[in-house]
T-cell receptor, first 113, second 110 residues
């Protein structure tokens, strides 16, 4: 079955600390992987995506993610978190080629000053 | 502006009513997806259209229907609305450059 698991529902970090949000997926074909961010009451903004090639992907706002096929993971990282990063983060997997995206349940990030 | 336009942005209606949500995809994108985001169900895929034809169906209730028109805009029709249908409804379009989401329509059923 196709699925995405984000094990952490809530994460709290201090401003300036590093961040890693976990994502594991199950997908029968070659996965296309995505991270989106959603601020309260807002839409989904794409942070980064992985289709192929270099397994370390750079995104916007200083985020990066690493695709590890052997672990079926696509964890999101940021070396130093800013208060404005507080939001909900969604990992998603799709097959490309006009196949739907499957989303994880999301991880809500809180940032302490 | 993502290039995907959803209207209206907010909608408040009573139980039992019918509403239509509209999505205009990014120029050149042939495929439209509809998602429902609620607090208890997360982001759920409802339905996909490709160039006017239904391509995939997800957790869409029988009270809900959708279509994609020749100009590629799509409409999601929700009828016999219940309190539990209150949610944020997103559409996304897909073309050669991946998926692009609209800002959503927030539906409140009272």
């Amino acid at each position: 079955a196709q699925s995405v698991t984000q094990p952490d529902i809530h994460i709290t970090v201090s401003e300036g600390a590093s961040l890693e949000l976990r994502c594991n997926y199950s997908y029968g074909a070659t996965p296309y992987l995505f991270w989106y961010v959603q601020s309260p009451g807002q839409g989904l903004q794409l942070l980064l995506k992985y289709f192929s090639g270099d397994t370390l992907v750079q995104g916007i706002k200083g985020f990066e993610a690493e695709f590890k096929r052997s672990q079926s993971s696509f964890n999101l990282r940021k070396p130093s978190v800013h208060w404005s990063d507080a939001a909900e983060y969604f990992c998603a997997v799709g097959g490309g080629g006009y196949n739907k995206l499957i989303f994880g349940a999301g991880t809500r990030l809180a940032v302490h000053p | 502006d993502s290039g995907v336009t959803q209207t209206p942005k907010h909608l408040i209606t009573a139980t039992g009513q019918r509403v239509t949500l509209r999505c205009s995809p990014r120029s050149g994108d042939l495929s439209v997806y509809w998602y429902q985001q609620s607090l208890d169900q997360g982001l759920q895929f409802l339905i996909q259209y490709y160039n006017g034809e239904e391509r995939a169906k997800g957790n869409i209730l029988e009270r809900f229907s959708a279509q994609q028109f020749p100009d590629l805009h799509s409409e999601l029709n929700l009828s016999s609305l219940e309190l539990g249908d209150s949610a944020l409804y997103f559409c996304a379009s897909e073309g050669g450059k991946g998926y692009t989401f609209g800002s959503g329509t927030r539906l409140t059923v009272v």
